[in-house]
């Protein structure tokens, strides 16, 4: 992003900086948080799932509880738990205005912070009431990343306390199958790798970070002890 030119004049990110840091010894305009922010919106690659969900409707009614929290979580000290509140007693699925920028907000959370990790399960768990996925498929496939990593946070943390593999697997069916094939994963029985499903064992682990993380341990054994 570095090189590309954008806005108006067009500009190189370091060419904006200096221009606009020059300008503001002429003007005294302050470069504070809202000029980054700017600089962040503008000169982020289009591959960024962020920078590539945009809202297609502008006359689409956004619901006034979810315009709140937004607002609340875009503060300076960020308060999530309206959007927390959202997700989980929302009564009817979201326009795709209204999903962008909870994807947005999603996208966003850092996952290595277990507070912000139990919200974006939240939100996995409002994406499966609403099936999302198939509600708002173009969408929903620029979560499909993020939604993975998180599902290994979750595994990881589980697996901090103990809780055997099958376990978590039942408790996390649902948003398990945000990412995996359902049908395929329950195929698999890890306590023993049966050779009829060898092929459901292949996809799955291939498919995604956590199918690799859940299932990876049983294609070492399908291949240490050719079965």
């Known amino acids: 992003c570095y090189s590309r030119k954008m806005g108006d004049p067009p500009m190189t990110l370091f060419e904006r900086i200096r221009e606009d840091k020059r300008q503001q010894k002429i003007d005294g305009r ?7 922010a700017m600089l962040r919106d503008l000169y982020r690659s289009d591959s960024d799932p962020l920078a590539a969900l945009k809202a297609k409707d502008p006359n689409q009614q956004v619901d006034r509880r979810l315009m709140k929290a937004m607002v609340l979580a875009k503060r300076k000290r ?4 309206e ?13 795709q205005t209204e999903f962008v920028g909870c994807a947005k907000f999603f996208l966003d959370l850092k996952l290595g912070a277990h507070p912000q990790l139990n919200i974006a399960l939240d939100a996995m768990r409002w994406m499966v009431r609403f099936d999302l996925r198939s509600l708002i498929p173009d969408d929903f496939a620029y979560l499909v990343e993020k939604i993975d990593k998180a599902l290994v946070a979750s595994f990881k943390r589980a697996s901090e306390s103990k809780t055997e593999n099958k376990v978590f697997v039942d408790l996390n069916r649902r948003l398990l199958g945000l990412v995996l094939n359902l049908d395929d994963m329950d195929k ?3 306590g023993s790798i049966a050779p009829e499903c060898h092929d459901a064992l292949n996809r799955v682990v291939s498919s995604s970070a956590i199918g690799m993380t859940i299932f990876g341990h049983a294609v070492a054994v399908v291949v240490n002890y050719g079965l």
């Open 30 to 36: 302050p470069l504070g948080a809202k000029y980054f």
């Open 78 to 81: 960020p308060d999530r738990s």
């Open 83 to 95: 959007m927390v509140t959202y997700f989980t007693s929302a009564q009817e699925p979201p326009n």
């Open 188 to 190: 698999i029985d890890l």
